[in-house]
């Protein structure tokens, strides 16, 4: 069974610093790919970045990179230079590649950014 | 334009009724999804559709009953409406199911938020 774990229920940050939120999951599938979501308090959920367990390279997508340590399980997310607009709930997810396994997601972090 | 749509945004109802949500999605993805989020923003996998085909059925009660006329829609049927369905519901899509679906990336509506009383 697949589970994916974020410890830091919130978060603050000071505007224009970086910031680390944490993953971690469990699979025993070596096949499957870890996504990130933010949510902003309108309530919509917007896609941010992708790493593939066998990429070999961090994924990164603009002020956005994911932070894969494979042996460790982790998948962190690193946002830099934050900005106001950054405040949101924001998920760890993973799916697995075997059979009709959905995208499970983690319970979320609430980052706030502070001017 | 809107990728993946969602109507209504809000429902307020009240208990025992029975209520539709709607999805469509333009991207010309193969797979739609329902999610329920709870009062704690977990989120969890209701149904998938592949191609007008049921793929997921979570343990999710017989009360809600999805349908999906195209692939481009996935509607949501609720029946006899309980104060513990209150929630966010939302619908997603990805591009498809078989190959790598590791790799798909899912693309979520906006939410319906359902307010039973």
């Known amino acids: 069974a697949q589970k994916i774990t974020q410890t830091q229920p919130g978060m603050f940050v000071q505007e224009k610093e970086a910031v680390t939120l944490d993953c971690t999951y469990d699979?025993?599938?070596?096949?499957?790919?870890l996504f990130w979501y933010k949510q902003p308090s309108s309530g919509e959920m917007i896609f941010l970045i992708y790493?593939?367990?066998?990429?070999?390279q961090n994924a990164t997508e603009g002020r956005y990179s994911l932070n894969f340590q494979k042996a460790r399980k982790s998948a962190n997310l690193v946002i830099s230079a934050s900005q106001l607009g950054d405040s949101a709930m924001y998920f760890c997810?993973?799916?697995?590649?075997?059979?009709?396994?959905?995208?499970?997601f983690g319970k979320g972090t609430r980052l706030s950014v502070i001017a | 334009d809107t990728a993946v749509s969602q109507t209504p945004k809000y429902l307020v109802t009240q208990m025992g009724n029975d209520k539709s949500i709607k999805c469509e999605q333009n991207?010309?993805?193969?797979?739609m999804y329902w999610y329920k989020q709870d009062s704690k923003k977990f989120l969890k996998i209701m149904f998938s559709?592949?191609?007008?085909?049921?793929?997921i059925n979570e343990t999710v009660p017989n009360r809600f009953s999805p349908k999906s006329p195209d692939k481009a829609h996935l509607n949501l049927h609720i029946n006899s409406l309980e104060l513990g369905d209150s929630a966010v519901y939302f619908c997603?899509?990805?591009?498809?199911?078989?190959?790598?679906?590791?790799?798909?990336?899912?693309?979520f509506g906006p939410g319906t938020r359902l307010t039973v009383l």
């Open positions: 559709y592949n191609n007008k085909e049921l793929i």
């Open positions: 790493q593939g367990s066998y990429d070999q």
């Open positions: 997810a993973m799916r697995e590649n075997s059979g009709n396994t959905p995208l499970v």
């Open positions: 997603a899509s990805s591009q498809v199911w078989g190959l790598a679906p590791r790799t798909d990336t899912q693309y």
């Open positions: 991207l010309g993805h193969d797979t």
């Open positions: 699979t025993s599938d070596p096949s499957y790919g």
